[in-house]
């Protein structure tokens, strides 16, 4: 096993000319932070810190210790360096401001600090979702508007997976690389180069008690991957759902599968479930990165415009093949 580390693979990307020194410092200082979230949530009750906060979120969501824990701990690791404009998280409602005793740099991060969080306290796979912005915005503290970028436009996304192992994915947009956390050393071992999502798959992944309340493309979808061998699709399907969206997309990166969580009648006066800029944007990117497609079912998700900060959005992404096939009902719909 090679020992080349997350520290080296940046370098060479830098040397390669990928990435700048703050985008490099902006990785390993999200990176560092994510070390920290794994302490906390592999300890657990160990240290009194499963269950609810005590607070809601800005989606009104109730918030786990732990939630709020990585939150803080992404704010106060990326506020010194230099490297930022601002951040915007789904545990806060406006935009992150830079403290003014610290520089700021070109860069706007964005993230989902622990998603999944219902799977804690059932000791579930849990992730970070970030995603990395130019600022493009005008001098002084970007407002929510110099955040209202495409998918396109992200110069960097990745998740942290806190599983069985820890793992780091990440792209610039060279491909999507995979880093496993060496607990001993303390540091992110390159695992995983070039990772790639097959463009078939006989794996799907998706909420079914949703079942009545989804659009006809998504029941005729889902109806004939049920159907497997005696049915349309000829062959057999396999279902999973961890409820951890970084789960569900790891999986999908590494051996291929189809995510849907589509528009339904349940969630379509918010737009749908996941949020665009620091969940479907992200993932979008580094499925689009590893081979496979990212869509609402009716558009590229990484080319829809923002329109806040905290919109959601549905998403079918995975296998590229599997992805257009369910894109396509929805045209023909
Ligand atoms: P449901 C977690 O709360 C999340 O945002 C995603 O990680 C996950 O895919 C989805 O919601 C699960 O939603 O309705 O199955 O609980």
Redesign the pocket.
């Known amino acids: 096993m090679s020992r080349v580390t997350l520290t080296q693979h940046l370098i060479e990307q830098q040397r390669a000319g990928r990435i700048n020194p703050d985008l490099r410092l902006l990785i390993e200082v999200v990176a560092r932070a994510v070390k920290a979230i794994s302490v906390n949530v592999s300890k657990g009750a160990l240290a009194g810190l499963l269950g609810e906060a005590g607070t809601d979120n800005i989606q009104g969501e109730a918030q786990k210790k732990l939630d709020v824990i990585a939150n803080d701990i992404l704010l106060q690791a990326n506020e010194w360096g230099g490297h930022l404009a601002a951040m915007a998280s789904e545990e806060v409602e406006e935009v992150h401001q830079i403290p003014f005793d610290y520089p700021k740099g070109g860069y706007l991060l964005l993230f989902d600090p622990l ?2 969080s ?1 799977n804690i306290d059932v000791n579930i796979s849990v992730g970070t979702i970030f995603s990395v912005l130019r600022n493009v915005g005008q001098p002084g503290d970007p407002s929510e508007a110099s955040f209202m970028q495409s998918g396109t436009e992200q110069a960097a996304a990745g998740y942290a997976l806190y599983g069985p192992s820890t793992m780091f994915i990440l792209t610039v947009g060279h491909g999507v690389h995979g880093f496993t956390l060496d607990r001993e050393m303390g540091s992110f071992v390159y695992t995983h180069p070039f990772m790639t999502i097959p463009q078939d798959t006989s794996e799907y992944a998706i ?1 079914s008690s949703n079942a009545r309340y989804w659009e006809p493309p998504v029941q005729r979808y889902v109806a004939e991957l049920q159907a497997g061998k005696s049915g349309p699709r000829g062959r057999d399907f396999n279902m999973r ?1 961890v ?4 789960a ?1 997309v790891h999986r999908i990166l590494t051996r291929g599968g189809v995510f849907m ?1 589509p528009l339904d009648e349940k969630c379509r006066a918010v737009g749908g ?2 949020r665009l800029m620091y ?1 479907a944007n992200p993932m979008a990117m580094i499925v689009e990165q590893a081979g496979g497609a990212a869509s609402t079912g009716r558009e590229r998700i990484m080319t829809i415009q923002p329109q806040k900060l905290h919109q959601r959005v549905p998403v079918i992404l995975g296998s590229a093949n599997e992805v257009e096939i369910a894109c396509s009902y929805h045209r023909e719909s």
């Open positions: 998603d999944g219902s909420n759902w409820a951890s969206m970084v569900d969580y479930k996941l969940e």
